[in-house]
T-cell receptor, first 116, second 112 residues
Framework: NAGVMQNPRHLVRRRGQEARLRCSPM?????VYWYRQLPEEGLKFMVY????????ESGMPKERFSAEFPKEGPSILRIQQVVRGDSAAYFC??????????????FGPGTRLTVT | AQTVTQSQPEMSVQEAETVTLSCTYD???????LFWYKQPPSRQMILVIR??????QNATENRFSVNFQKAAKSFSLKISDSQLGDAAMYFC?????????FGGGTRLMVKP
């Protein structure tokens, strides 16, 4: 059973470009979470999605950031017009049930975004 | 809102010795879980141990155990017989809501 897949692993963008980060959850998992980790900090929640639904986006910046989890295909975190402050590691996690269960979240290897 | 605090930015332990990493949290939920994750230099997040808040018994996984003090909202991780491979960042986390809330991390160094 393959784990959570994220691609690309490393992404370099110039200021003003768009960044698209992809996450394929573990087989059988229908809940996806995105987190951001700034250098020397812990992970910060961004958004929680189920198939075709955004359940909780309380951690998402109001502008330039969006996320989706379509019926078919991976979840996408999209950052428009990137700025240097967006440079971070972005982690995706998945779970088979919602958070109010005993299942932990399984993390992907992360995408390191560097904005030049 | 949930908060998780790790007051030790760095810890050091001699190989084969025991070390304890501290974590305190704050939540208004009555039903929640606590986790310790390990993040080695590869940056992969690896679950070390999980504690369910309604269980009084402290969780144990091989050389890893926790001291869960619910009233004090404290959740420390004890690593026994430390090994060089234990060197990593360790994050405490709470999942009382729709998300995991992480502490700032403790960098553990293991001396040979």
């Amino acid at each position: 059973n393959a784990g959570v897949m994220q691609n690309p692993r490393h992404l370099v963008r110039r200021r003003g470009q768009e960044a698209r980060l992809r996450c394929s959850p573990m087989k059988g998992h229908s809940h996806v979470y995105w987190y951001r980790q700034l250098p020397e900090e812990g992970l910060k929640f961004m958004v929680y999605l189920q198939k075709e639904n955004i359940i909780d986006e309380s951690g998402m910046p109001k502008e330039r950031f969006s996320a989706e989890f379509p019926k078919e295909g991976p979840s996408i975190l999209r950052i428009q017009q990137v700025v240097r402050g967006d440079s971070a590691a972005y982690f995706c996690a998945s779970s088979p049930l919602g958070q109010r269960s005993s299942y932990e979240q399984y993390f992907g290897p992360g995408t390191r975004l560097t904005v030049t | 809102a949930q908060t998780v605090t790790q007051s030790q930015p760095e810890m050091s332990v001699q190989e084969a010795e025991t070390v304890t990493l501290s974590c305190t949290y704050d939540t208004s939920e009555s039903d929640y879980y606590l986790f310790w994750y390990k993040q080695p230099p590869s940056r992969q997040m690896i679950l070390v141990i999980r504690q369910e808040a309604y269980k009084q018994q402290n969780a144990t996984e091989n050389r890893f155990s926790v001291n869960f003090q619910k009233a004090a909202k404290s959740f420390s991780l004890k690593i026994s017989d430390s090994q060089l491979g234990d060197a990593a960042m360790y994050f405490c986390a709470n999942n009382a809501g729709n998300m995991l809330t992480f502490g700032g991390g403790t960098r553990l160094m293991v001396k040979p």
